[in-house]
């Protein structure tokens, strides 16, 4: 589970960056022709929603078009939330030379744009690189995204992100109890401003904190929390990754039969999306119980 959670968690911020860009970052009508703008939040959310489905070169493309746009009208705030974007995939695709070539150039342009906020953001998604990576210790990122998140004060999608993030580090610290409320502080944002597929998330995260702290009810009681809400906003691939995990955790505790029925969920919604990697994972996993 923590391979996945770790992917799970790459495609999860390239949301949240998304999210916070059609928010809060959106153009206001001032008669002005914008639609270069217009266009880079719109391709940037059919980009994340392709990364989201597992079509990673697709979003890839659509994200690269996305910056060079920015650049033809020399908007660099918007390069930033590109290229942060850009580099999230990249990671994922396990280009991690690219991905944190990506991230340095946000840090420099915002540090141009004089915008202490986005500047944050940028350096804990540096962070977070290096934490999946394994390029610093969780205590180096944890301390580095502590620190950084003293500056994020307007945007609370930017605030519910360097909580996931210092959960991650937490975890990986074995600081269970820690990690779990940091998530929480996470969803406890994503619930009020009613962003369900991101408090999915939130419960997935906290599932898997819970099953290496050995609270197997636990965690299979936060998957079933973010299996009702992928439900709702039909998030087929967190609804796969969800009926996965919850065959880990049933494997974990010696519950083979349990984890074959919800590893054949996860399967059916593989195949259902068309990705056969995924679906020739999970018939791996199964074959093992056997």
């Known amino acids: 589970m923590k391979k996945k959670l770790k992917l799970r968690l790459t495609v999860f911020f390239a949301v949240v960056l998304a999210v916070s860009i059609s928010c809060s970052s959106v153009p206001r009508d001032t008669g002005d022709i914008i639609h270069l703008r217009s266009l880079v939040e719109k391709e940037m959310a059919v980009a ?3 990364a989201g489905r597992g079509n990673y070169e697709t979003a890839l493309a659509l994200l690269r078009e996305c910056k060079r746009r920015a650049v033809l009208v020399d908007d660099m705030a918007l390069m930033v939330r590109c290229g ?3 580099g999230n995939v990249l990671l994922t695709l396990g280009q991690f030379d ?6 340095e150039e946000a840090v420099a342009l915002a540090q141009r744009q004089g ?6 953001v940028s350096r804990i998604f540096q962070a977070r690189g290096k934490l999946v990576s394994g390029s610093v210790s969780a205590q180096t990122v944890l301390d580095e995204v502590t620190r950084e998140a003293a500056n994020l004060r307007t945007d609370r999608l930017f605030i519910a992100f360097s909580w ?5 580090a937490l975890r990986e610290l074995r600081s269970y109890r820690e990690a779990e409320d940091a998530f929480k502080r996470s969803l406890d944002i994503h619930e009020k401003e009613r962003y369900l597929e991101n408090a999915s998330f939130d419960w997935y995260t906290i599932a898997s904190v819970r099953s290496l702290a050995g609270n197997t009810s636990g ?4 998957l079933e929390s973010a299996i009702i809400l992928d439900r709702r906003v039909e998030n087929s691939w967190g609804l796969a990754a ?4 919850v065959g880990d955790v049933h494997r974990r505790a010696g519950n083979n039969s349990e984890a074959i029925e919800a590893y054949q969920r996860s399967g059916a919604i593989f195949t259902a999306m068309g990705n ?4 020739a994972e999970i018939s791996r996993r199964i074959d093992e119980l056997f």
């Open 242 to 245: 969800n009926w996965r995990a």
């Open 48 to 50: 994340v929603r392709e």
């Open 84 to 86: 942060l974007s850009l």
């Open 276 to 279: 056969e990697r995924e679906v």
């Open 115 to 120: 915008d202490r906020e986005l500047l944050s």
């Open 98 to 103: 690219e991905a944190f070539a990506e991230w």
């Open 164 to 168: 996931q993030v210092r959960g991650l």
């Open 219 to 222: 965690a299979l009681q936060a």
